[in-house]
């Protein structure tokens, strides 16, 4: 469903992404892990098409360089990294922008629109939270109102740039429970950065390790997550065992 061929991007005449090639099928989490300034969030942004890139970001034969920003946001939602939401707008308010890409020239919300924004804030939980300030909430309801304002887009593909970041235990299990689930149910092509090994492990059919703004490599967790790679990427030591209960590798530095 969404394929990157030969991807790279410069700042400058600094190169940070480096001819990365990446797929991610409908029904799949990908999981991108890597140490700090790895490339992560880069390719997440460069892959929404917020930043400019070389290379090719594709899903069903159309290729993303000759579509319009209206475009790309029918195909990609994205749930970005600590955003600054409008703290006067309402929950509601917020969720129905998701619609933005798929409204008339007069911009003006339907019936079925209003619809789809309700069905996404009960399918995370935040329907409670709808005449609510966007500045009153704490950040595991923020980070769920995101989820449900890119839900709301109705696109067959999702980005995740460290949804988790900040928040507790509950809030992360929570938040990432409901995206399997939501995969699940919607045939959603998933690319998520993490930071947490462990997490990545748990939730993702896949992992991408990237170092240095190259994909050092890809495949099932126990492929991945070994404690020579990891060792090797992290400049930690670390061992890796399975799961007593769910048989999934966990990382334990050292």
Known sequence: MLKIENLSVDYGSRRVLHDVTLSVQSGE??????????GKSTLI????????FSGQVRTNGDTFHALTPI????????VP?????PPAFTVWETVLMGRTPHL?????????????????????????????RVGELSGG?????????????STPILL???PTAHLDLQYQMSLLELTRKLVREDDLAVLIALHDLNLAARFAQRIALMVDGR????????????????????????DVMEHPLAHFPLVLPR
């Open 81 to 85: 990294q600590a955003i600054s939401l």
């Open 215 to 238: 994909i050092r490599s890809v495949g099932a967790p126990r492929t991945v997550l070994t404690p020579e790679l990891i060792t090797e990427s992290y400049g930690w030591p670390v």
């Open 45 to 52: 942004r460069a892959a929404s098409g917020v930043i400019p």
């Open 29 to 38: 989490i990908l999981a991108l892990i890597g140490p700090n300034g790895a």
């Open 104 to 132: 008339g020239f007069l911009g003006q919300t339907s019936r079925a629109d209003e619809t789809l924004a309700w069905n996404a804030l009960e399918r995370v939980h935040a329907d409670e939270l709808a005449e609510r």
């Open 160 to 162: 995740l740039d460290e």
């Open 71 to 78: 475009q790309r946001a029918r195909y990609i939602a994205v």
């Open 141 to 153: 309801e923020r980070q769920r109102v995101l989820l449900a304002r890119a839900l709301c887009q």
